[in-house]
């Protein structure tokens, strides 16, 4: 079935250092969604990628999305504290069906 | 903006007993999204209304499982009977129509069955 595939599922990242989080679909996507889930809370929207190629920036947060739109990665530069949560990515397909992947849990070392 | 309203926020019921969940999207979000979240399966898609009409509820696990959306702002989960493989939280997204939005979440309701 269409599903995206998010590796790593857990990290665990040292304050001040920099990480990446990926996302994966084996069809093409027509646009991908980042969400961040604090822990005990709801997803919260972050971005949308729809070009192929696409490259955005929120502050230390970096988003890409594939050239062949079939994957995608968001970068965290100096982590904090406050970057502790899950990340989730969302594809929608043709169908405008939005699938999620099961997220990276990420834990912040102070 | 209020945001997304869900409640309850938690709810412990016994076995077989009715359940229903409440939502109460964003005013002017026509897209409504009921989601299934456990440490298991991650967050599962299970009815999705346009217009207060059901379009996809293929996620809808089973029979015991109904929702609905009588107007633009309300719309309900109901589960009868429920059993202990439910427990979950269950959360109400809602966003413009089309796809150039993200989905904005409710707060969750925690769903123990015992």
């Known amino acids: 079935g269409q599903q995206v595939m998010q590796i790593p599922q857990y990290q665990h990242v040292q304050e001040g250092e920099d990480f990446t989080t990926y996302c994966n679909s084996s069809?093409?996507?027509?646009?991908i969604q980042w969400y961040k889930q604090r822990p005990g809370g709801h997803p919260v929207f972050l971005i949308q990628?729809?070009?192929?190629?696409e490259v955005k920036k929120q502050k230390r947060l970096t988003f890409q999305f594939g050239e062949a739109k079939k994957n995608s990665s968001l970068h965290i530069t100096a982590t904090q504290t406050t970057d502790v949560g899950t990340y989730f990515c969302?594809?929608?397909?043709?169908?405008?069906?939005?699938?999620f992947g099961k997220g990276n849990q990420v834990v912040v070392i102070p | 903006d209020a945001g997304v309203i869900q409640s309850p926020r938690h709810e412990v019921t016994e076995m077989g007993q009715e359940v229903t969940l409440r939502c109460k999207p964003i005013?002017?979000?026509?897209?409504l999204f009921w989601y299934r979240q456990t440490m298991m399966r991650g967050l599962e898609l299970l009815i999705y209304?346009?217009?207060?009409?059901?379009?996809?509820d293929s996620g809808m696990p089973e029979d015991r499982f109904s929702a609905k959306m009588p107007n633009a702002s309300f719309s309900t989960l109901k589960i009868q009977p429920s059993e202990p493989r439910d427990s979950a939280v269950y959360f109400c997204?809602?966003?413009?129509?089309?796809?150039?939005?993200?989905?904005?979440f409710g707060s969750g309701t925690r769903l123990t069955v015992v």
């Open positions: 997204a809602s966003s413009p129509t089309g796809t150039k939005h993200g989905y904005t």
């Open positions: 069809t093409t996507l027509s646009n």
């Open positions: 990628l729809v070009k192929s190629g």
């Open positions: 969302a594809g929608r397909y043709g169908n405008n069906r939005l699938a």
């Open positions: 005013s002017g979000h026509n897209s």
């Open positions: 209304f346009n217009n207060n009409v059901p379009i996809d």
